[in-house]
């Protein structure tokens, strides 16, 4: 895993310094540096990744052309074509049973990666979406090669074993080439098929606009509910790691944004770099069943103390409330459709957790009440507000 901190957070570095010194997006935040893991740890993850950025950069033309979508709408049309594309293309071929096609379980949720990219892209005139493909290219080329270089038989008793390998694992591509491999990366990154963790990021993708279009509170992630509870399923530790994660980096966020007025990407930057790094030596005790959930759950908290942060306080409880409902949800359903691992969710201390699971669905329920209950008060002030100005 220190092989993959290490080159997230140089990647998210050098977006930081592109974007204060030439306004390059560099695809986006997490893009190129979470390529690079994924093209090191599956080799099929380069072509499926170019496929699904060039086939959500072609959909969004067509979408902008034909449709009113804008904006965030846009984002998330992105995302589904980015994710729809490779699961028709290399999903059929795999079908008709071309060897060495299989899309697993890992590539597939970073599938949602392109979308990004081809949004960026779609928001940049001719010459600075060229610059930025360019460098893009460029960084991501250069990660690849630092990491390739970085997994070896020489340094994988400091570098792949003080943490659960990732980029060492036994299921690492790069480590699988270059005879580096370590053991004790078994477990599975999500046990379900690619069909519904489709339809089950989708269906986080509905609910999240849902609850904003109807009452306007963004909830925690646009998909990192459905994805946390795909991996509690996979290692139940997953979830107090991330509730106390969001704490202290959102803390460590809010402070430094009053000390030295960082915001937007820069500050979303900064918050994943303290979440990255702070999982590293989180990896070394806490009990989880692969390195591939501890470093995608320490992404899913920078950006999620990031999302916390920017929210309008009066809006943070009411949004934790409903995303905790809806994790829990979430949670249940996919324990009803799948088969947990050995140390996942409601497996164990099943008392406990459906306690606490059902408490946060208490308390989201409750929550969302209030917020409709709400609206209808919304509509009837605006008409007496306007006439006394008329």
Do not use: C, K
Not at 53 to 62: E, F, H, N, R, W
């Amino acid at each position: 895993m220190i092989v993959a901190a290490t080159l997230t957070v140089i990647g998210l570095l050098l977006g930081i310094a592109l974007v204060q010194s030439y306004a390059l997006r560099l695809s986006g935040v997490l893009v190129v540096p979470l390529f690079a893991v994924y093209v090191l740890y599956d080799f099929l993850a380069l072509p499926v990744f170019v496929l699904g950025t060039v086939a959500a950069y072609v959909g969004l033309s067509m979408l902008q052309q034909r449709t009113l979508l804008f904006g965030r709408q846009l984002l998330l049309a992105s995302m589904a074509i980015s994710m729809a594309a490779p699961l028709a293309v290399f999903g059929g071929l795999a079908a008709v049973g071309v060897p060495g096609i299989t899309l697993s379980s890992f590539t597939f949720v970073g599938t949602i990666l392109p979308g990004v990219a081809a949004y960026n892209y779609h928001q940049l005139d001719s010459d600075r979406r060229r610059e930025d493909v360019l460098v893009s290219s460029g960084a991501l080329v250069g990660l690849v090669a630092l990491g390739a270089s970085l997994v070896n038989l020489t340094l994988a008793p400091s570098l792949g074993r003080f943490t659960p390998p990732l980029l060492y694992g036994e299921r690492a591509d790069i480590a699988i080439a270059r005879d580096a491999t370590i053991g004790g990366e078994d477990a599975l990154f999500v046990d379900a098929s690619l069909g519904l963790i489709l339809a089950v990021i989708v269906l986080g993708m509905i609910v999240s606009e849902g609850v904003y279009g109807r009452w306007g509170i963004r909830l925690n992630g646009i998909i990192a509910l459905p994805l946390l509870a795909l991996f509690a399923l996979q290692s139940a530790a997953i979830v107090p790691l991330y509730v106390a994660g969001i704490a202290v980096v959102y803390s460590l966020l809010t402070l430094l944004h009053r000390t030295t007025l960082l915001y937007g990407r820069v500050l979303l930057s900064t918050g994943l770099v303290i979440a990255v790094v702070g999982a590293v030596p989180i990896a070394m005790f806490v009990p989880v069943t692969s390195a591939l959930h501890v470093f995608f759950t320490a992404i899913l908290i920078g950006v999620g103390a990031y999302n916390l942060h920017r929210m309008p306080p009066g809006h943070r409880l009411t949004s934790i409330s409903l995303s905790a409902g809806a994790f829990a949800i979430f949670a249940i359903g996919l324990r009803l459709a799948l088969s947990p691992g050995p140390d996942g969710l409601l497996v164990t201390q099943l008392p406990l957790q459906l306690t606490l699971l059902g408490a946060a669905i208490v308390a989201g329920g409750h929550t969302a009440l209030r917020l409709e209950r709400l609206r209808p008060a919304d509509r009837d002030r605006r008409p007496q507000a306007s006439s006394g100005h008329t």
